[in-house]
């Protein structure tokens, strides 16, 4: 669905005081001394943010930090518990079906059905957003030969290609969509130097283009440095800072410092170490 | 609706027809396989009823026996395709939360209504093609005296009832949606208390009575006996109109009444952010 000029000069997403929590609290009972004390998990606390329309925002921060959470509040897959989400001026609650109009959601896992197609699968995506028809097999393949897949990998089972190729299978299906706001869930997680180089490259070519707006999740610091406009740094489900690269390069890391000095400036450790509190 | 709107859903409400179309191929093995155990099972029942005879019925019963027979294949060959309809709406949501693509699906700009109406309509196709492969198998291997048959009631009946089915197959696609970890083997017993009530081998009226109570508001009881009152009696239309009367307002009364559960479902699923959990 392509962007309108009226679109362009409003925010293409509003966050106001979300939160979301997960799960209940379970005290341990008297009668059921089986039952583990649980505390519910804070994904979410009173997050604000703006996205403007035709840019590339970044949301930085480490595994648990809240971004796929609050990826998914925006394509409408969960509801917050508080506060309120609008993408192009419409609510994600009370109205989900215009929102899902506008948007279209790449994740850091493949969402296909593996045993099906690049070919099947994007004509399913087509149907489901109102194309699908003649012309879709000629739009697919000038995509995908855009994106550097091979055409012979069009009619392969998904299960067949390699982690790369069904990325860039994905980012294609994101864009046979044309969405207005393209939510990029760590994309180019776990992929290989050339296949994460070449998402990279066609980040920047939608950038170029102003084709859409895109809210880019990542870990990968030089990735956000190089790619984002704005970047929004969220950690334990709270906004810490938002801005330019150069805006927090400079508030948090002056002189000369990188993205990576100013994140670690701001939640007070390592992305690596994150990783490994995860692992441990 | 405008004609827009209308346009929009009816071409996803294709996609989910042409991706389950595409779904069968590429899984063209297991689907073999599936049928190949459908086979058996319905003629196992059918030899079943034919080997009575080497059970002490006398020769001069051989009419009941064939009676038999007929009933026993009616119910095994209905079974099978209401079975495979019921399963095949009934796993909408495990076999996307299976497959990862569950979150692509939601997320996607068209009414659930035209989603699940989309998975139903391909079922009910796949269910009649592979029960008519079963029953040709079926007239091929035994003698049946169909002669009496009212095919157009037995056809009738048959249609009514899909509709009732699909309600209680959506119904029961509500089930992963409230619970991922336990929702699919809870599907499945679901479809095995519907065996158990609706007199698919047996008239409910051998049941203990509170079982034979539950078995009256199965759509499944009045199909199996009005298809083979139909086969074996020559049920007229007319007659079987009560029948067709009582699926029809099931069906009136459940597809929307599921669909709204359903409804209901996802958004508790969406609050509590177990649409993508996987058990």
Known sequence: MAIHASELNSAAVEVEGISKRFGEAVQPHRLMPWRKAKKPKLALDQVSMHVESGRITGILGANGSGKSTLIRILATLLTPDAGRASVFGSDVVRHPAQVRRHINRVSVEASFFKEMSPWENMLYAARLYGSGGDGTRDRVEAMLERLGLPLDTLDKPMKQLSRGQQQKVAIARSFLTSPSLLLMDEPTTGLDPRSKREVQELVRSIRRDRAATVLLCTHDLQEAEVLCDRVVVIDQGRVLAEGTPSDLIRAHAAPSGSLEDAFMRLTGKRLEEDEEEKEE | ?279
């Open chain 2, 1 to 279: 609706m405008t004609g827009n709107v209308l346009r929009w859903e009816m071409n996803a409400f294709v996609g989910f027809i042409e991706r389950q179309k595409n779904l069968y191929r590429r899984y063209w093995a297991w689907e073999a396989v599936w049928l190949l155990y459908n086979l058996v099972s319905v003629l196992s029942i059918g030899y079943l009823a034919a080997g009575l005879s080497t059970l002490g019925i006398e020769r001069s019963k051989a009419n009941l026996q064939q009676q038999t027979e007929l009933y026993l294949l009616i119910g095994a060959l209905l079974w099978t395709y209401l079975s495979m309809v019921f399963f095949e709406v009934s796993f909408a949501i495990t076999w996307e939360r299976w497959e990862g693509t569950i979150e692509y699906t939601f997320m996607a700009p068209i009414k659930r209504l035209t989603h699940l109406l989309g998975m139903c309509a391909a079922s009910l196709i796949y269910g009649v093609l592979r029960a008519a492969i079963i029953g040709l198998a079926v007239v091929a291997l035994f003698r049946l005296d169909l002669l009496r048959a009212n095919w157009l009631t037995a056809l009738v009946l048959f249609a009514a009832a899909t509709l009732p089915l699909l309600g209680l197959g959506i119904f029961t696609s509500i089930l992963p949606l409230l619970s991922p970890e336990k929702g699919e083997q809870m599907a499945f017993a679901v479809q095995g208390v519907l065996l158990l009530i609706s007199g698919v081998y047996y008239p409910i009226s051998v049941l203990p009575w509170p079982l034979r109570l539950v078995g009256i508001v199965s759509p499944l009881t009045y199909t199996l006996d009005g298809v083979r009152q139909a086969l074996l009696h020559g049920l007229t239309l007319a007659a079987a109109l009560p029948d067709i009367g009582i699926l029809l307002l099931m069906g009136v009364v459940l597809v929307p009444a599921s669909v709204w559960c359903f409804g209901r479902a996802e958004v508790r699923a969406k609050r509590l952010g177990l649409l993508k959990r996987s058990g």
